[in-house]
Structure formats: structure tokens, C-alpha cells
């Protein structure tokens, strides 16, 4: 032939990896703190006011625990960053819990609050809210030291790698995912983040279930010097990419942002929750 179609298509992978590997540098000047200032105070974290996303985010989460459906042994959160948030309600239905990042800083963040050092975020108000929810009337400090009990490792993930926890953990071996604002935020678009939902997925067994939260209709966000580039697209676009892998949809729901909650630190214009099951054999 002429080669034409041939340059294209190469051209195009091409194209794709070198924005992946500039997306990787572009995060080299992700700040922690700054990025939990801008996302984990008030008003997104305001535990009084109903409309806050943090209390809409751990309400989604809380319901799918309470399903009682739910856990197994290895529970992994893909891209945890300097946050603990997500994991929990999800926590407390495995034996070991492992959390990732593709940073070092952020790593290093989590275990900082892991080991109680001087410095950490403070997630009382978070582990108190999650309480709250479950209405046991726990003392919020006992989960607290649960889930430092929990978390067996911190290791590194690349979303874009076949096997995005290398040899630490084996496809198929994972009982459950937890991923929250990961996949969107280091894809340079649509394609690349459903590559990514597929990379993750063959971490999980067959029947296991992914709890993901993401953001909607993002191009941007800030963290310090960083500005990071978001992958944008829909809530519909959002269940496809897990209907197209081969999952049951168990739970969607949807958050838009109010007024209230635009802080100057993203574009971002709603949230959606999955809970989603692999199904048992395709
Ligand atoms: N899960 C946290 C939350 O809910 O706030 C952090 C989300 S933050 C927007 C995106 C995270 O993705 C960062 O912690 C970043 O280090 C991580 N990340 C960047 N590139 C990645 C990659 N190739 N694979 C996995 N995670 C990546």
C-alpha cells in the first residue's frame, strides 16, 4: 500500500504515549499539602453542610459497604494520593488493605499519618463522620487504629502499565478496588482512561467489585505549583466504559457541583459514583 493508514494509526500511539509520559513530569510538581488544602477543608469537607461533596462522597461509599455484598481478603485503592478518605467504610470488610500512588511525596504523606507522625493530616473529622453514618456510636478514635492496623503496604501504581502494581500483586488476585479521582486525572483522554479501567481490572477476581468515584466534566486542577490536566467527559460516558468491560452496574449516582463548592482550585462540574461488579466469568 501506500502507508497512509499505517503513519496515522502509529502516529497516533505515538502521540498518546509521549502525553502520558508528559502527564508523569507534569505530576513531578504535584504539592500534597496544597492539594489537600484545596480539597479535604471546608466547604468541601464541611461536615455540617448537607450539600458538601466530602459527606456526599463517604454517603455513597458508606451505602455500598452496608450492602453487606461486599469483602474478602485483599482490598487495593488504586491512586490513593495523600488521602485515606476513600477506604473508610471498605476497610472494615477485608483482612489486609493495600493503598498506592504513582509519587513518592504522596507515599510518603500517607504513611506519615499511617505511623502518627507530626505533620500528618488530621482525618478525625472524617473517621468521626464515617461513625456518624454507621451509628454504631464507636469512638472514632477505634477506627482510626483499626485501619492502621489494616494497611499492610504503600506501594507504587501505574494505571497505564498492563499490570499496574508490577509483580507485587498478581492479575486476577484482588478481592476488591477502591479508586477515587485517579483515572481521569493522568489520562490525556476518554480512551486513555478506559485503557486504564481495563489495566485495573485485571487486578480483580472474577465477581469482585470496584468502588470508583470520579470527577465529571474536568479539564483542570490545582495543586501548588502543579496544574494538572484532566480527561473530561459524562456520567453516561462514565457507565459505558464499565459496561464495556464487563461489568454489572450495582449503584450510579451523580453529584453536581453547587456554586458553593467552585473554590477556584478545578473546573470541575460534578462527581459520579460507581459500584460495579465483574461479572463471574466472560
Ligand atoms: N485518590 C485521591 C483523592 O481522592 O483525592 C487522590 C487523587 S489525585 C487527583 C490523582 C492521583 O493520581 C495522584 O495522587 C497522582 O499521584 C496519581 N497518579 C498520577 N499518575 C498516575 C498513574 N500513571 N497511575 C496511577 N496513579 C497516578
Given at each position: 500500500?501506500?502507508?497512509k493508514?499505517e503513519?496515522?494509526?502509529s502516529n497516533r500511539?505515538?502521540?498518546?504515549?509521549?502525553?502520558?509520559?508528559a502527564?508523569a513530569?507534569?505530576?513531578?510538581?504535584f504539592n500534597?499539602a496544597?492539594y489537600?488544602?484545596n480539597?479535604?477543608?471546608?466547604?468541601r469537607a464541611?461536615?455540617?453542610?448537607?450539600?458538601?461533596?466530602?459527606p456526599?462522597?463517604?454517603?455513597?461509599?458508606?451505602?455500598?459497604?452496608a450492602?453487606?455484598e461486599?469483602?474478602?481478603?485483599i482490598?487495593?485503592d488504586?491512586?490513593?494520593?495523600p488521602?485515606?478518605?476513600?477506604?473508610?467504610?471498605?476497610?472494615?470488610?477485608f483482612?489486609?488493605?493495600?493503598?498506592?500512588?504513582?509519587l513518592?511525596?504522596n507515599?510518603?504523606e500517607?504513611?506519615?499519618?499511617?505511623?502518627?507522625?507530626?505533620?500528618?493530616?488530621d482525618?478525625?473529622p472524617?473517621?468521626?463522620h464515617v461513625?456518624?453514618i454507621?451509628?454504631?456510636?464507636?469512638?472514632?478514635?477505634e477506627k482510626?487504629k483499626?485501619l492502621?492496623?489494616?494497611?499492610?503496604?504503600?506501594?507504587p501504581?501505574?494505571?497505564?502499565?498492563p499490570c499496574p502494581?508490577?509483580t507485587?500483586l498478581a492479575?486476577?488476585?484482588v478481592?476488591?478496588?477502591?479508586?477515587?479521582?485517579?483515572?481521569?486525572?493522568?489520562s490525556?483522554?476518554y480512551?486513555?482512561f478506559?485503557k486504564?479501567?481495563?489495566?485495573?481490572?485485571?487486578?480483580?477476581?472474577p465477581g469482585?467489585?470496584?468502588?470508583?468515584?470520579?470527577?465529571l466534566?474536568?479539564?483542570?486542577?490545582l495543586?501548588?505549583?502543579?496544574?494538572?490536566?484532566?480527561?473530561?467527559?459524562?456520567?453516561e460516558?462514565?457507565?459505558?466504559?464499565?459496561q464495556?468491560?464487563?461489568?454489572?452496574?450495582?449503584?450510579?449516582?451523580?453529584?453536581?457541583?453547587p456554586?458553593?463548592m467552585?473554590v477556584?482550585?478545578?473546573?470541575?462540574?460534578?462527581i459520579?459514583f460507581?459500584w460495579?461488579?465483574?461479572?463471574e466469568?466472560?
Amino acid at each position: 500500500g501506500d502507508g497512509k493508514g499505517e503513519p496515522f494509526s502509529s502516529n497516533r500511539i505515538t502521540a498518546n504515549m509521549s502525553t502520558i509520559k508528559a502527564i508523569a513530569e507534569n505530576y513531578q510538581t504535584f504539592n500534597p499539602a496544597a492539594y489537600l488544602q484545596n480539597n479535604y477543608v471546608p466547604p468541601r469537607a464541611d461536615f455540617s453542610n448537607p450539600d458538601s461533596v466530602v459527606p456526599w462522597k463517604l454517603k455513597c461509599l458508606a451505602d455500598a459497604c452496608a450492602s453487606g455484598e461486599i469483602g474478602g481478603q485483599i482490598l487495593v485503592d488504586i491512586g490513593s494520593g495523600p488521602t485515606v478518605y476513600q477506604v473508610l467504610s471498605a476497610f472494615e470488610l477485608f483482612k489486609e488493605v493495600i493503598l498506592t500512588d504513582f509519587l513518592a511525596v504522596n507515599r510518603e504523606e500517607l504513611k506519615k499519618w499511617l505511623h502518627d507522625e507530626p505533620g500528618a493530616f488530621d482525618w478525625g473529622p472524617f473517621i468521626n463522620h464515617v461513625c456518624s453514618i454507621e451509628g454504631k456510636g464507636e469512638p472514632w478514635q477505634e477506627k482510626r487504629k483499626r485501619l492502621r492496623e489494616r494497611v499492610s503496604r504503600v506501594i507504587p501504581v501505574n494505571v497505564h502499565q498492563p499490570c499496574p502494581l508490577g509483580t507485587e500483586l498478581a492479575p486476577g488476585t484482588v478481592d476488591a478496588l477502591v479508586s477515587s479521582f485517579c483515572l481521569e486525572a493522568c489520562s490525556p483522554d476518554y480512551p486513555a482512561f478506559v485503557k486504564a479501567l481495563q489495566n485495573i481490572t485485571g487486578l480483580l477476581k472474577p465477581g469482585g467489585h470496584v468502588l470508583m468515584i470520579g470527577a465529571l466534566e474536568e479539564s483542570y486542577f490545582l495543586a501548588g505549583e502543579a496544574k494538572l490536566s484532566v480527561a473530561s467527559f459524562t456520567e453516561e460516558m462514565t457507565r459505558k466504559a464499565f459496561q464495556d468491560m464487563g461489568y454489572v452496574i450495582r449503584d450510579f449516582r451523580s453529584y453536581t457541583m453547587p456554586e458553593s463548592m467552585k473554590v477556584g482550585v478545578d473546573d470541575v462540574k460534578g462527581i459520579s459514583f460507581v459500584w460495579a461488579q465483574k461479572k463471574e466469568s466472560n
